[in-house]
């Protein structure tokens, strides 16, 4: 159990509600991961804060135009915002965000795959699959560069045992053997979880990784049954010509009848709705039947109703008008690309001119809201406390081994400034 929750059930043990803690209640904590150092660095980080995973520019978060408009009077009527949601999500919502993903992965037009269910995030999206797929003490298999609410999710409220593969191979590539190693190795039936673009090493596979591990996964169902959870919070933010473009999801809807996957994604970034909450769980599987999906349909509005009972009603109307009449919904979102595009490509060029330096090692990069360093050997802690209060920085420590930047809150004229000043800190720590 982490030693977080070992504390916290402590402070509780002498009242009367701790006999009533289950067993995920007496291993939840509050970790002290990004959010909490986001927070800390929010009261200090002055200068930039690199943090938190929401596009800025002006110091605003970057919106769609379509959306902020509405703020109107006469626009919805009082059903729209005040009434619940449907169980699941708006239907018309979600008939067309599973049309719109068919048209961002071109893989999928002709295949059977489940309805999208609407979720209160994409952290509820992966918890509710989780819940439903992960019995206490599965393994599951992740790669060793991580959002840090997966282990809250799968090992402190499922009971889950983690297995770890290191992400990359010794040449910068996605370690697909040792992702199959791993798979191969769980007792029983394989669980995975996938994250491209990762955080926080802002990494997607090119077309030829991704095909391998599409191949090794094939080749571990010949096996044993295969569930995997694809989660897709930063879909669409690819920048490098050879990079896979299209989610995972479409490539093992029907590739094995012993691969059931679970699509978790999001308005969050894609339509930079942040504070919206509205995530979408879908599930697909070579030979389900209508039935079938019918079914898990069923089982997840049974978890959906008992976590947060249904889900914002505003934001999805605001949403779903914006997709269907927004007059700059498409402009908006282009706009965001090309900003994110342009500050990936100056980070990557200001990074380029440390190449050599032995404090930092930066991970392979190319998509996404983040890059990550390795800190060689060194505590990535010491380095986030140095570079909030000597510089008012703010930087995410992962693991007490990798620090993350969140490139998307800052200024692209401000990145070339802030990359030098990482360096120049961790330079000053530890050479």
């Known amino acids: 159990m982490n030693e977080l929750a070992l504390e916290l059930n402590d402070v509780l043990r002498s009242s009367a509600c701790y006999s009533f803690l289950s067993e995920e209640g007496k291993r939840m904590y509050f970790p002290k991961g990004i959010v909490a150092?986001?927070?800390?660095?929010?009261?200090?980080?002055?200068?930039?804060?690199?943090t938190v995973g929401l596009a800025t520019k002006n110091g605003e978060p970057i919106h769609l135009s379509d959306i902020m408009s509405q703020y109107k009077d006469g626009i919805f009527q009082p059903k729209d915002i005040f009434s619940y949601a449907p169980g699941g999500g708006d239907k018309k919502l979600r008939a067309i965000w599973k049309r719109e993903m068919i048209k961002k992965n071109p893989t999928l037009e002709g295949k059977k795959f489940g309805e999208p269910l609407v979720l209160g995030g994409l952290t509820h999206a992966i918890n509710v699959a989780s819940l439903l797929f992960v019995?206490?003490?599965?393994?599951?298999?992740?790669?060793?560069?991580?959002?840090?609410?997966?282990e809250l999710?799968?090992?402190?409220?499922?009971?889950?045992?983690?297995?770890?593969?290191?992400?990359?191979?010794?040449?910068?590539?996605?370690?697909?053997?040792?992702?199959?190693?791993?798979?191969?190795?769980?007792?029983?039936?394989?669980?995975?979880?996938?994250?491209?673009?990762n955080n926080p090493t802002?990494?997607?596979?090119?077309?030829?990784?991704?095909?391998?591990i599409v191949a090794a996964?094939?080749?571990?169902?010949?096996?044993?049954?295969?569930?995997?959870?694809?989660?897709?919070?930063?879909?669409?933010?690819?920048?490098?010509a050879e990079t896979n473009k299209e989610s995972l999801f479409a490539d093992l809807v029907d590739l094995d009848e012993n691969i059931f996957v679970a699509k978790g994604d999001a308005a969050t970034k894609e339509d930079m709705v942040w504070g919206f909450r509205i995530g979408f769980l879908t599930f697909g599987g070579k030979g389900l039947t209508d039935d079938v999906?019918?079914?898990?349909?069923?089982?997840?509005?049974?978890?959906?109703?008992?976590?947060?009972?249904?889900?914002?009603?505003?934001?999805?109307?605001?949403?779903?008008?914006?997709?269907?009449?927004?007059?700059?919904?498409?402009?908006?979102?282009?706009?965001?690309?090309?900003?994110?595009?342009?500050?990936?490509?100056?980070?990557?060029?200001?990074?380029?001119?440390?190449?050599?330096?032995?404090?930092?090692?930066p991970y392979p990069f190319n998509s996404g809201y983040f890059m990550a360093f390795s800190t060689n050997g060194h505590d990535a802690e010491e380095l986030r406390k140095y570079l909030?209060?000597?510089?008012?920085?703010?930087?995410?420590?992962?693991?007490?081994?990798?620090?993350?930047?969140?490139?998307?809150?800052?200024?692209?004229?401000?990145?070339?400034d802030l990359v030098d000043l990482v360096y120049k800190a961790a330079g000053e720590l530890w050479s």
Not at 217 to 239: H, M, P, Q, R
Not at 340 to 358: F, P, Q, V, W
Not at 388 to 401: M, P, S, T
């Open 135 to 150: 019995p206490y003490g599965s393994d599951v298999v992740c790669p060793d560069l991580f959002w840090d609410n997966y």
């Open 217 to 240: 996964l094939k080749e571990v169902a010949s096996t044993k049954k295969v569930f995997v959870i694809i989660d897709d919070a930063y879909f669409g933010l690819f920048f490098e």
């Open 293 to 361: 999906y019918d079914a898990l349909s069923k089982k997840t509005l049974g978890a959906i109703r008992c976590t947060v009972s249904n889900c914002d009603r505003p934001g999805q109307s605001m949403l779903l008008k914006a997709i269907e009449d927004g007059k700059n919904y498409q402009e908006d979102k282009d706009d965001l690309f090309e900003e994110m595009k342009a500050r990936y490509e100056i980070l990557r060029d200001s990074i380029e001119k440390h190449k050599g330096d032995t404090c930092l090692s």
């Open 153 to 197: 999710i799968l090992k402190d409220l499922r009971g889950a045992n983690m297995i770890l593969f290191p992400f990359f191979t010794d040449d910068g590539h996605f370690n697909t053997e040792g992702m199959k190693e791993a798979l191969l190795n769980c007792s029983g039936d394989a669980r995975l979880i996938l994250n491209f673009p």
């Open 388 to 416: 909030l209060d000597k510089y008012q920085i703010g930087a995410i420590n992962i693991l007490g081994r990798t620090l993350r930047l969140a490139y998307c809150s800052v200024e692209k004229e401000s990145i070339p």
């Open 202 to 212: 802002g990494y997607s596979p090119s077309v030829k990784e991704k095909d391998e």
């Open 37 to 50: 150092q986001s927070a800390e660095a929010g009261e200090k980080a002055k200068l930039y804060n690199a």
